[in-house]
């Protein structure tokens, strides 16, 4: 039933709706926001074009954050556009089980000839978290059909984010989001994180010191035994706690002691997929070669919703055996290949290539890094990390109220430098599309830099 008000009030203009601020807010639960205190002062955005977005209230706000890390191409690409223009009105849906159309398997072929060679598998998922929870089910899986159905094990790391689901959560390593929701996965254990301002603060690109704490995995075993084990998951590097870089060596020990007992190692690449750190995935930039990469956001340049596993050849061939007319795995999504995601992704990847952003984001890296190590010294900032197109600035907490520091740079840049950045605590985390230019960098920092300035 509509009440009164809402039944008398003219139709209005989808597009009016979309560029103006709503006239009630109360019905929408915000994820992860202080719904409360954004209702009183929202920041709304109308559009978006290549590096800025506009707001409601008409402002040019140029983007640090490529969106929620996912336009890696910037925004309302045309190309990307008119595929999901046309994908619209051709095949707006296909059901996902037992059927298909054509597109999901174009894209998957050329995601794996950009995948490192051994992962040559594509499950398709709508979601970061949803990959997560996918990925961790394949291990579990993979082990069973393999007659080692006793490692049910599974091994994350502190501070990691793997997104929301029971899976991800339970693997993930961030109070906030496990505290609420009980008991979570049985059978989880997790490594230290690799975050040491005290060894490493200020370091430019990897951190020197830290690679023994993949030695931790080490004593999980000889705890738990590797017989019990199936896998182990972590972000190559660490987005959503506030960028955290894993010291030079680090993964490439993770990968040899995986491998020496048997235990599958997934790559978070959530975040650092698709071109982040200067190659299309952080394993190929760090020359280390996981068994499964978890990925969205980036995949479709955020356009539409998509998440992707990748799996080794050795994990998908485990699966093909069995009666032919046997389901090899009991998962899968409603929208699994959706095809406006994949005609999304479709385009995406025309970009990356026509416009070679992965080379990009590898070049810009070092004026990024001689840029944002430019504001050390400024008020309260205490380490800055970065590396390709990633960076944080982690500002001193202060001492009455941790997070809100950070939180007040993030809300005046917005609102007084036009720039949107991530606040995550105290730390400030950026990463840009990756058609920025030099120009963008510089305002970008001179903008983060006056609102540090400004915030005591
Ligand atoms: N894994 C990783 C490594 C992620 O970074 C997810 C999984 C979950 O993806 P979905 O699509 O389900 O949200 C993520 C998502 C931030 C921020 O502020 C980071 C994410 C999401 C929202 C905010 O850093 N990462
Ligand atoms: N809940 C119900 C009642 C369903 O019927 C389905 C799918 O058919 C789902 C949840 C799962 O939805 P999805 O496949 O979009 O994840």
């Avoid at 095809?339 to 004026?367: I, R, S």
Wanted: glycine share 10%; net charge negative; aromatic share 8%.
């Amino acid at each position: 039933m509509s009440s009164p008000d809402t039944a008398s009030a003219a139709p209005r203009d989808p597009a009016t709706l979309a560029t103006s601020a709503p006239e009630r807010t109360d019905a929408y639960w915000m994820p992860f926001t202080a719904n409360r205190q954004f209702k009183a002062e929202p920041r709304l955005l109308a559009s978006a074009e290549g590096m800025y977005y506009r707001s409601v209230d008409g402002r040019e706000i140029l983007d640090g954050t490529a969106g929620l890390w996912c336009c890696n191409a910037g925004h309302a690409r045309p190309q990307i556009v008119a595929a999901i223009q046309r994908q619209a009105a051709t095949l707006d849906f296909a059901p996902s089980f037992q059927m298909g159309h054509p597109l999901p398997f174009v894209l998957a072929e050329r995601l794996a000839a950009l995948a490192p060679a051994p992962l040559q598998h594509v499950f398709y998922t709508n979601s970061g978290s949803e990959s997560v929870d996918t990925a961790l089910k394949i291990a579990l899986a993979y082990h069973r059909v393999r007659g080692e159905g006793q490692r049910t094990r599974l091994i994350g790391r502190e501070k990691g984010y793997h997104g929301v689901g029971f899976g991800g959560i339970s693997v993930g390593g961030l109070a906030n989001n496990r505290k609420f929701f009980g008991a979570l996965l049985p059978g989880v254990d997790h490594l230290p994180h690799t975050l040491d301002l005290r060894r490493n603060a200020f370091s430019r690109g990897l951190p020197k010191h830290g690679a023994e704490l993949a030695d931790e995995l080490e004593r999980l075993v000889a705890l738990h035994d590797a017989s019990t084990i199936a896998a182990v998951i972590v972000e190559p590097i660490a987005g959503s706690a506030g960028v955290i870089l894993p010291p030079e060596g680090y993964l490439q020990r993770l990968r040899e002691i995986c491998t020496k007992h048997g235990i599958l190692l997934i790559f978070d690449e959530v975040i650092t997929g698709f071109g982040r750190v200067g190659d299309c995935f952080a394993a190929q930039r760090f020359g280390v070669v996981p068994d499964m990469i978890t990925t969205a956001k980036g995949l479709s340049n955020g356009a539409a919703p998509m998440g992707a596993v990748f799996v080794s050849q050795a994990i998908h061939e485990a699966f093909m055996n069995g009666p032919e007319g046997a389901i090899e795995l009991f998962h899968g999504y409603t929208y699994s290949g959706h095809p406006l995601a994949c005609a999304a992704a479709l385009a995406t990847l025309d970009v990356y290539a026509e416009e070679n952003l992965f080379a990009a984001a590898h070049e810009l890296g070092d004026y990024w890094e001689e840029r944002i190590h430019a504001l050390q010294g400024l008020p309260n900032v205490i380490d800055i990390r970065n590396y390709g197109l990633v960076g944080a600035v982690e500002l001193a907490a202060r001492p009455d109220a941790p997070g809100s520091r950070g939180y007040e740079v993030f809300k005046r840049a917005f609102h007084e430098q036009n720039l949107m950045v991530r606040c995550t605590g105290d730390t400030i985390a950026l990463s840009p599309p990756l058609i920025l230019n030099r120009e963008h960098i510089d305002r970008i920092f001179d903008r983060l830099g006056a609102t540090i300035r400004a915030t005591a």
